[in-house]
């Protein structure tokens, strides 16, 4: 009998210990259901149009930031902030297109030069206290319209009270912030740090690894038109960075409520960019482009890469594309292009204008292999 009773007891002791682990379980791990969705998940709906001439698509826009109370006018696209396409050759070339070029932050003061036209380029800066002391140089130097902030793991206390310090000493500076990929986020960094626009977007670039390293990310598109949402109602504006591989992508993200659009691979391995040139030896070009959190960049601008680290950025060779007008044209074009598809006079107008639907197949890829193609 006593036996039976210590039996019972244990079995009861065995039970107990499962059910509170169980409920830790439970309470500790959460799964968010609903399919969220890449660029390459979906299309935009043609519709009924009036525009007869992709000429008729105004791609420009006006702004008036939410904190700087600036107003800028010019067509939201933005170079992103790595040492590759962050050139001063890139923004000598997309200033002409009212396109904006986010230098990168390697660059030391006496190279900036006195010309640069502050509509059309961003200061990059990251949030140590080198950083500070440089971005206050700087701030002398050139006094600029647009400050990114960046960092690529934007939810942390210690990047959201430099953006607050920023706003502190430069009430009237347009400040880009990021990284983060929520709308709880994006609410923090519009009203409590006071950032312009919220650089959003974790994992999607083309040389990024962090996905792959971490875990962590969140699909693009829905990246767009979940941030946008928020900052919409707060009058903030959002860039959405990375995803984008061709012109089609960028008029998705516009589609999906982004309000600038950063590129980084599409404005990679030009006359412009940044990045070594390779020739091989049957005499092809290429020029390297990378991630800023790789081992090459972080050998060239840190001295290698810190024992507590891993690299989150790819290293690759880019085909040489040339001069990047043409790419800017390509991609202009093909977003006026879609202007006419869905009757979308102004670039503003694209996401009242976007219908999209889920595929499972974006192109038909019969001839997508290399033996289908010709030689130049």
């Not at 038109?225 to 928020?230: A, L, P």
Request: some cysteine.
């Amino acid at each position: 009998m006593f036996c039976n009773y210590r039996r019972i007891k244990l079995i009861k002791n065995i039970v107990k210990y499962f059910i509170v682990n169980v409920n830790i379980i439970i309470y500790t791990m959460k799964i968010e259901y609903g399919v969220k969705f890449d660029f390459q998940d979906l299309l935009i709906k043609p519709k009924r149009s009036n525009l007869s001439s992709r000429s008729e698509v105004d791609l420009e826009r006006e702004f008036t930031f939410l904190h700087s109370k600036r107003t800028w006018k010019g067509i939201p696209i933005l170079s992103a902030n790595m040492d590759t396409t962050g050139t001063f050759e890139m923004y000598r070339e997309l200033s002409k297109h009212k396109i904006i070029t986010c230098l990168h932050k390697h660059y030391s003061i006496e190279e900036y030069p006195d010309d640069l036209n502050p509509n059309y380029y961003a200061l990059g800066t990251g949030i140590n206290q080198k950083d500070w002391i440089k971005l206050i140089a700087l701030m002398e130097k050139l006094n600029p319209y647009f400050l990114v902030i960046d960092v690529a793991n934007g939810y942390s206390s210690k990047f959201v009270n430099f953006c607050k310090k920023v706003r502190e000493h430069y009430p009237k500076l347009t400040i880009i912030a990021g990284n983060v990929a929520t709308s709880d986020m994006v609410q923090e960094l519009l009203l409590s740090a006071k950032v312009d626009i919220v650089k959003c977007g974790i994992g999607s670039g083309s040389v990024c690894s962090t996905r792959l390293k971490t875990g962590v990310g969140y699909p693009q598109a829905s990246v767009c038109m979940e941030c946008s949402e928020v900052a919409n109602g707060l009058r903030g504006h959002i860039v959405s960075d990375g995803g984008c591989r061709l012109p089609g992508d960028v008029a998705k993200a516009f589609g999906a409520g982004a309000h600038f659009v950063m590129c980084g691979g599409m404005f990679s391995g030009h006359l412009e960019s940044g990045g070594d040139l390779i020739e091989d030896e049957d005499g092809n070009k290429f020029k390297t482009f990378y991630g800023m959190s790789s081992s090459l960049a972080q050998k060239k601008h840190h001295g290698g890469m810190a024992s507590y680290r891993s690299s989150e950025g790819k290293i690759k060779k880019i085909p040489y594309k040339g001069p990047v007008k043409s790419t800017v044209m390509d991609l202009l074009g093909g977003m006026r292009s879609t202007g006419t598809y869905i009757g979308a006079q102004r670039l503003k107008d694209f996401p009242k204008c976007t219908t999209f639907i889920q595929v499972n197949r974006q192109v038909n890829e019969v001839y997508s292999h290399p033996l289908f193609n010709l030689k130049n």
